[in-house]
């Protein structure tokens, strides 16, 4: 019995709920994927899906299958991968994701730390959202790499390596921004900017649960994607952005408020396969934390400070300047 096969196949029927939008996704047929999992069934012993509904429903095995089912598939796609790799001659190469929006000069340290620290070790870097990441990791496409946490971390282990505040992005003529910290209270009626749900979606429901527990609820969130297309929506007068002070330092015309309390934090973690990893998946880690924690020296780490502000000149270094 293809006991990964069927695996993959119960875990697309589990997603959808429906065995045609299953085998459509599959490229098969549905009662070659109607079989599939009836041999499972047999081969385990148990019941896994409801069928007396339109749309099936996950029986008390099948929820507990899913998760395992996931580490099955995720490690069997590592192993066909790193065996593909050997017999390619690839071993030496270590494949890293990092956010889109990692600065230069923070990139520039991963590669340079990673050459001092394993000089025979080829570091192949791609930019890849949270999401891309970690599904990047369970096919064993990807080795290792950076992701803001929370994050489904099934069959995974990770290494935090930053953290840094979360506050309110607003235009330099709001009201907040002469605020010293900005009470998510006093946001209510506003519109909220934020990362997109896709890229990260257990830290985008993250960011909403903290709205609503400090009295926050608001009526639209609008998603941008990358820090210029936020800075716009702020601009624009589209909401109000939680996100880190780095994200506004390149925009004169905003400015960044901490948060009354501290609630958010944006903790980045160096993730890598629970079984498996790339021996140099460890050291990347070990560097990602050094690197990261080095604003003062860098002047644009993920997430820091800004370091010297280019229009100092025109707003100098003292009080915000009053709106009119």
């Known amino acids: 019995m293809d006991l990964g096969r069927h695996l993959r196949y119960f875990l697309v029927v589990a997603r959808e709920g429906h065995f045609g939008d299953a085998a459509a996704e599959l490229g098969i047929a549905q009662p070659a994927l109607s079989q ?27 929820r507990l299958l899913v998760d395992q089912a996931r580490e099955v598939v995720a490690g069997e796609a590592r192993l066909r991968e790193t065996m593909r790799r050997v017999r ?8 890293v994701g990092v956010p889109p929006g990692t600065p230069a000069v923070a990139l520039r340290g991963l590669l340079d ?10 570091v192949n870097v791609g930019a890849m959202t949270g999401a891309e990441l970690v599904r ?31 506050g309110a ?7 907040w921004a002469r605020a010293g910290r900005v009470d998510l209270a006093d946001l209510a009626g506003e519109d909220l ?14 960011v909403l649960a903290v709205c609503r527990e400090h009295g926050w609820v608001p009526p639209r969130v609008h998603e ?22 780095s994200t506004a330092v390149r925009e004169p015309r905003l400015a960044w408020r901490p948060l009354v309390g501290a609630p958010l934090h ?10 498996g990893a790339h021996p140099g998946a460890s050291v990347f880690a070990g560097v990602a934390a050094r690197v990261l924690a080095e604003p003062a020296d860098r002047g644009e780490p993920i997430g820091g400070h800004p370091g010297n502000r280019p229009w100092s000149l025109v707003y100098g270094g003292g009080p915000l300047p009053q709106p009119g």
Do not use: C, Y
């Open 224 to 245: 941008a994607e990358g820090a210029e297309f936020l800075s716009g929506l702020v601009l624009a007068g589209r909401g109000t952005a939680l996100a880190t002070e």
């Open 193 to 206: 900017v934020v990362a997109p749900r896709r890229e990260a979606p257990e830290w985008f429901e993250r």
């Open 266 to 275: 944006q903790r980045t973690e160096a993730v890598r396969p629970a079984r």
């Open 136 to 166: 990047a990791l369970g096919e064993g496409s990807v080795d290792t790499g950076l992701v803001t946490a929370p994050f489904d971390g099934s069959g995974l282990v990770s290494e935090p390596v930053h953290r840094v505040e979360v």
């Open 88 to 95: 390619d001659g690839e071993v030496a190469t270590l494949r």
């Open 169 to 175: 992005v607003v235009p330099r003529g709001a009201p």
């Open 113 to 122: 730390g990673m050459a001092g620290q394993a000089p025979g070790l080829d």
């Open 36 to 62: 599939s999992v009836r041999r499972l069934e047999a081969e385990l012993g148990v019941t896994l899906f409801d069928r007396s509904r339109r749309r099936v429903r996950l029986t008390a095995a099948g």
